[in-house]
């Protein structure tokens, strides 16, 4: 299989070939005028070197170049049926050549251009209102694209709690030029769905699926049948296809460890994409990266992205502050906007009016629908359709019991830091038990440890919620009071 650099050469030499054919073919037979003065020194460097090829050739083959060309032919006209020749098969030979390379390159000649590649891999488009994450983006690319030392392949994981902009990152990641060049094979998204106990193997499928639409696996394999094939020899069967080419998979959204094993036995780039910490314990490998709420400055930016126009309205940043930097409440508050910004005049007012004193209270802000799908990653448009419902997927990891345990955090005051002890006396529980419970939320991002040091003093650890996730909890007691323990 050959490499793109030897691909680009080939191609050039293909394309010198076409050039010096095309020139002295019209050196011979076209009317040249003497004003073309370009032309003329193109001809006059191409035509030694087509007619040393031509002298290369077999003697049978000079006699056909011969009596094709007309011999010297030098007092022909080249009229428009010969220009539409010399066309056609500059056009014709182009595609067989790029055909050629791509089967060469081990492709099935589907992706002749990165946009192709990219359609073909599932990649979804960067967002519109898209806000660049600086650091952490430069992070992941260079793990990504840099070769581990030990001839492994690089593992990046993308953590962080439900709709803070995981997908978002890693779609604006994996659409620079630099990663769409280095996996010149290709990138493929997969969206990793709910584990189950087929949910491994539905995926494993679906990658060999993918890559066998994909690629060429030589003259005398034919590898498309999948029935009856374990995880272990679709794994064996892809690896087979992966070797000698540079491709990336992205799983967006793993919840299962099992998934993991899987394909860390495949070898390739991985990036994965999870609301569950915990199951990259056990996986060193994995480079993380964990996504945190914007600042004020990048929120106001999001939401700008969406509605420009509401930069003059009052009250504005109020509410971009309650949304504590949460890329996706941002994104439903925008569309939101978008929608009321489009009427006219006075009703246009009323309607932002009316928006505004919803989006204050902190039940109506949770639960407002989004307007306007197209700014959602299209496999989550239920998942994200409004923020209690992203964070019910969350707690959906919870056992009923450490579900009821979480829901009493609803009693702390907003914005609580709170030690482990004090954890301890609302969850009534032992210090090391109610250190294991918050250490299960914060494997979920249901809770976040407060990151402090004073110098070399040390400080304790503290616990601190999220703003809407303590808006989240109360909102839980409200609609479903007998889920929460009585204090
Ligand atoms: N950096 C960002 N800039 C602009 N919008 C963002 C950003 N990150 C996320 N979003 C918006 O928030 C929504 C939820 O983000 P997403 O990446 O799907 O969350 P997650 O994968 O963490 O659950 C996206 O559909 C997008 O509209
Ligand atoms: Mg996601």
């Known amino acids: 299989m050959c490499s793109p650099l030897q691909a680009v050469v080939f191609f050039c030499i293909y394309a010198i070939i076409l050039c010096s054919c095309i020139a002295v073919i019209w050196s011979h037979f076209g009317e040249v005028r003497a004003s073309d003065e370009l032309f003329i020194r193109i001809m006059d460097a191409a035509s030694p070197l087509y007619r040393r090829a031509v002298s290369l050739l077999p003697p049978y083959l000079q006699v056909v170049h011969l009596t094709s060309t007309g011999g010297n032919g030098h007092e022909q006209n080249f009229d428009m049926g010969g220009i539409v020749a010399i066309v056609a098969a500059g056009v014709i030979s182009s595609y067989l050549v790029l055909n050629f390379i791509s089967k060469a390159m081990g492709m099935r000649g589907k992706a002749a251009s990165m946009d192709q590649l990219r359609q073909i891999g599932n990649v979804p488009n960067v ?54 060049a280095h996996f010149w094979s290709g990138i493929f998204w997969l969206q990793s769905g709910a584990p189950g106990p087929d949910a491994v193997l539905a995926i494993i499928r679906e990658i060999h699926r993918r890559m066998t639409e994909m690629f060429v696996d030589g003259p005398f394999v034919a590898d498309r049948e999948q029935a009856g094939l374990g995880v272990d020899d679709l794994v064996t069967r892809i690896n087979n296809k992966l070797r000698r080419r540079s491709c990336l998979l992205v799983l967006d959204g793993v919840l299962d460890p099992k998934m993991l094993e899987s394909v860390l036995k495949l070898r390739c780039a991985l990036l994965v994409t999870s609301q569950v ?35 003059q309205l009052k009250g504005v940043e109020e509410l971009l502050q309650s949304c504590g930097g949460h890329p996706l409440a941002l994104s439903i508050m925008g569309t939101l906007f978008q929608d009321a910004m489009r009427a006219e005049g006075a009703a246009s007012a009323a309607a932002i009016d009316d928006l505004m004193a919803e989006l204050r209270d902190p039940y109506c802000r949770l639960q407002m629908r989004i307007k306007s799908d197209v700014v959602l990653h299209s496999a989550d448009v239920e998942r994200h359709s409004n923020v209690s419902r992203c964070f019910d997927f969350a707690l959906d ?91």
């Open 277 to 311: 910490k915990g199951i990259f314990d056990n996986h060193v490998q994995f480079k993380r990266v964990e996504v945190l709420p914007l600042d004020f400055v990048s929120s106001r930016k999001l939401f700008l992205n969406l509605v420009p126009a509401a930069v």
């Open 397 to 487: 990891a919870l056992s009923w019991n450490e579900r009821k345990v979480y829901m009493s955090l609803e009693a702390l005051p907003i914005g609580f830091q709170s030690t482990i002890g004090e954890l301890g006396t609302v969850w009534n529980l032992q210090d090391d038990q109610a250190l294991q419970m918050a250490e299960k939320l914060e494997r979920h991002f249901l809770i976040q440890r407060e990151v402090c040091s004073e110098g070399s003093k040390t400080v304790p650890t503290l616990w601190v919620l999220h703003s809407l996730q303590h808006d989240y909890l109360k909102m839980l007691r409200v609609s479903a009071p007998q889920n929460v323990p009585q204090q």
């Open 127 to 180: 967002c519109k209102h898209y806000v660049h994450r600086g650091k952490a983006e430069d992070d992941i690319q260079e793990w990504l694209t840099d070769q581990p030392a030990d001839d492994s392949h690089p593992r990046v994981a993308i953590v962080g709690m439900a709709g803070i902009g995981k997908t978002a990152l890693g779609t604006s990641v994996i659409n620079s030029i630099k990663a769409l």
